[in-house]
């Protein structure tokens, strides 16, 4: 099964304000063309790089939750630094991101992907935030 994820998230503007996160999941399957959409708001406060690995998070579990057979999945999303961290490009120097990026690294076990940096216009268009 191929699929494309596109996800984004963040707070309200504050460093430490309440956190959402939204993500879209096209699957291609049998021929036929499948879309998830999710949105979240979290409980509690967080940063926008929090709220983007959380997003990232919930997205992949509902990947291995529905479609535990996935082999090859693009992962698009507009913050360069998650990406570059979950790619080992960029070292995790907080101890919560870590944990979060290790959750990503477990999560993506066994399945060939690809991570691209997208525009915010993208996102915005796709999101409409």
């Given amino acids: 099964i191929k699929m494309y994820l596109i996800f984004d998230g963040g707070n309200g503007g504050v460093q430490k304000s309440k ?3 939204s993500f ?3 699957v291609e399957k049998g021929g036929e ?6 949105e ?8 926008s790089n929090e709220a ?5 998070i919930i997205a992949l579990e ?14 698009e999303g507009d913050s360069e630094l998650v990406r570059s961290q979950v790619l080992g490009l960029y070292k995790v120097k907080a101890l919560h991101l870590q944990v979060l990026r290790t959750k990503v690294i ?7 992907y690809t991570y691209n940096h997208i525009s915010r216009d993208i996102v915005v268009a796709e999101f409409g935030h």
Avoid: S
Wanted: hydrophobic content about 35%.
């Fill in 62 to 75: 509902f990947i291995r939750t529905v479609y535990d057979n996935t082999k090859f999945l693009v992962i």
């Fill in 106 to 112: 477990n999560l993506l076990e066994g399945i060939t």
């Fill in 24 to 26: 879209k999941l096209y």
């Fill in 19 to 21: 956190g959402y996160g």
């Fill in 40 to 47: 979240y708001q979290f409980d509690g406060q967080m940063t």
């Fill in 33 to 38: 063309l499948l879309e998830h959409v999710q």
């Fill in 52 to 56: 983007e690995y959380n997003t990232l």
